[in-house]
């Protein structure tokens, strides 16, 4: 599976290397604030890109989460169960957004 890392991300960091390493080490020290594996940690991260329907969050902690070992259902079943939380529509463009990552629902070739 491919990384894909966004073209716009990419020239951002050339723009903005200092800013870039900042966002990045943020990142890091959260995902190691705790006791949740890098799998957990990127599915949490997955509901909550849903929750604010940001489209290429939901594409990055999608691969993020596979490439931590999370199986093809488990990101599947981090957005249905946060469906009473954030509401159907959001997280059915957020499956869609998923499909894009994952090239399939269930259910679908």
């Known amino acids: ?21 900042a966002l990045e080490a943020l990142g890091e020290a959260a995902r190691k ?9 990127q599915l949490v991260q997955l ?20 490439k931590a070992g999370a199986t093809a259902e488990e990101p599947r079943h981090a957005l249905i169960a946060v469906t009473s939380t954030i509401g159907f529509p959001h ?14 629902l269930k259910g679908r070739k």
Do not use: C
């Not at 599976?1 to 390493?21: C, D, L, S």
């Not at 604030?33 to 940690?41: F, M, N, R, S, Y």
């Not at 059915?92 to 090239?103: P, Q, R």
């Open 91 to 104: 997280v059915t463009a957020a499956l869609s957004w998923l499909e894009d990552v994952t090239g399939k």
């Open 33 to 41: 604030a705790g006791p949740l594996d890098e799998k957990t940690v």
């Open 1 to 21: 599976m491919a990384t894909n890392v966004p073209g716009f991300y990419i020239r951002t960091k050339r723009q903005h290397p200092e800013y870039v390493a």
């Open 47 to 66: 509901a909550a890109a849903a929750a604010v329907r940001s489209e290429g969050s939901v594409h990055s902690h999608a691969r993020r989460a596979l």
